[in-house]
């Protein structure tokens, strides 16, 4: 299965027809859902404003997510701003297949962050969290950092090669080494991505742990 974000392309559709792979794609519109639908898409992840790393839109998902379930059949994942068992039951009850959860389980031990990343996200403050300009024409939600800073002031690093590994990019920075540095550490010269509640996060556990807490809160909303 390929869950495919940070923008829409048709491509992918007729790689997963050729290959037989279902195509999950992440929408914030019910434009594109219905679009995605009636390409073949398998499911669809719905993403709100509260998500992390590039975003589609400044709506939230409890906005967003009624639209999308009127206009298509398909299972909708719902995605942005889930980090309690509660969080995710609120997203259920209005009709969501699922929920997709990044920021909680970044800060699992089983992450392959580095430890000092991981610190990071829980000395984080909810006024840290921002919004930056990406080279792929997207904002994208990322906690307040020097990197993140320079970019905020419009004067991110140059990057000093370029892979062209993006058919849109204005090269203001390199998004894909910036995310790649701090997630091996550097949080002096690298760019972390958020979800908007991950300072809710006080603790990195093991998933099994994660899982058995979301399982215990869930069943309390049901």
């Known amino acids: 299965m390929i869950v495919a974000g940070a ?9 997963g027809k050729e290959y037989g792979v279902p195509i999950v794609p992440i929408v914030s519109y019910a434009k594109l859902a219905k679009i995605a639908e009636r390409l073949g898409a398998s499911a669809i992840v719905v993403e709100g404003t509260e998500a992390g790393g590039h975003l589609g839109t400044q709506r939230s998902i409890k ?30 009850h209005m009709g969501a297949s699922g929920v997709q959860m990044g920021s909680r389980f970044a800060a699992s031990e089983e992450s392959n962050g580095a430890p000092q990343l991981k610190e990071f ?9 921002i919004q930056i300009d990406s080279p792929v024409g997207f904002k994208g939600r990322a906690v307040l950092s020097p990197f993140s800073k320079a970019a905020l002031e419009g004067h ?10 993006l058919k849109h990019c204005s090269r203001s920075f390199c998004i894909i080494k910036a995310l790649t540095r701090a997630q091996q ?12 509640n991950m300072w809710k996060i006080k603790e990195i556990l093991p998933v ?15």
Do not use: N
């Open 208 to 222: 099994h742990e994660i899982f058995r807490r979301l399982k215990e809160e869930l069943s309390k909303s049901y």
């Open 7 to 15: 923008g829409f392309s048709r491509d992918m559709f007729s790689v």
């Open 63 to 92: 906005d967003i997510l009624p639209e999308i379930l009127s206009v298509v059949k398909i299972p909708v994942i719902a995605a942005g701003g889930a980090i309690t068992g509660s969080d995710v039951a609120d997203l259920l």
């Open 121 to 129: 996200y829980l000395k984080m403050t909810k006024d840290d969290v």
């Open 156 to 165: 991110p690093p140059k990057p000093l090669t370029c892979d062209s590994c």
């Open 185 to 196: 550490g550097d949080l002096e010269t690298g760019l972390v991505f958020t979800g908007a």
